[in-house]
């Protein structure tokens, strides 16, 4: 797959070694309409990266295989063109997260526990980011 070249997509990568995380966001994303593709793994996420566009990779930080930070250099290194936000949980300190998240990108952050209204809202303006090309093709080209 050319990880370089966006395509339409409404589905969602969630990445999270944590099956209650990966089950309640696969429940909650759904109900909002969204397509879910989850992955307890780093190793499982680039496999369904090689299989089909995602509109955004929703990631946790802290992984055993890989945390969210070198996921995210690999999948600079592979031009991946998904919309990317990071997750994180209890035991960090949101200054540092933040800090080091406004260094190497303008990734979108979520706390666990999720405030529900925040995570939808940042969801659909990731979709809606990713998908800005396609619609200003369109309106363009009056297919729109």
């Not at 397509?35 to 190793?43: F, L």
């Not at 290194?77 to 960090?92: C, D, H, I, P, R």
């Not at 940042?122 to 009056?142: C, D, M, N, P, V």
Request: glycine fraction near 4%; charge should be negative.
């Amino acid at each position: 797959m050319n990880f370089s070249s966006k395509k339409i997509s409404n589905t969602i990568l969630v990445v999270d070694d944590e099956e209650d995380v990966l089950d309640f966001l696969a429940i909650f994303l759904h109900s909002l309409g969204w397509d879910i593709a989850p992955s307890s793994s780093v190793s499982h996420a680039i496999e369904l990266l090689e299989e089909q566009p995602f509109f955004l990779i929703l990631t946790d930080i802290a992984m055993p295989e890989m945390d969210g930070y070198e996921f995210l250099a690999a999948l600079r290194n592979k031009q991946v063109n998904s919309e990317v936000a990071l997750m994180t949980g209890f035991g960090y300190n949101p200054k540092h997260t933040l800090i080091k998240i406004k260094r190497i990108s303008k990734c979108a952050i979520f706390f666990k526990p999720f405030d529900k209204y925040k995570l939808a809202e940042g969801i659909q303006h990731s979709w809606l980011e990713y998908h800005r090309a396609f619609y200003q093709t369109a309106r363009k080209a009056e297919l729109i």
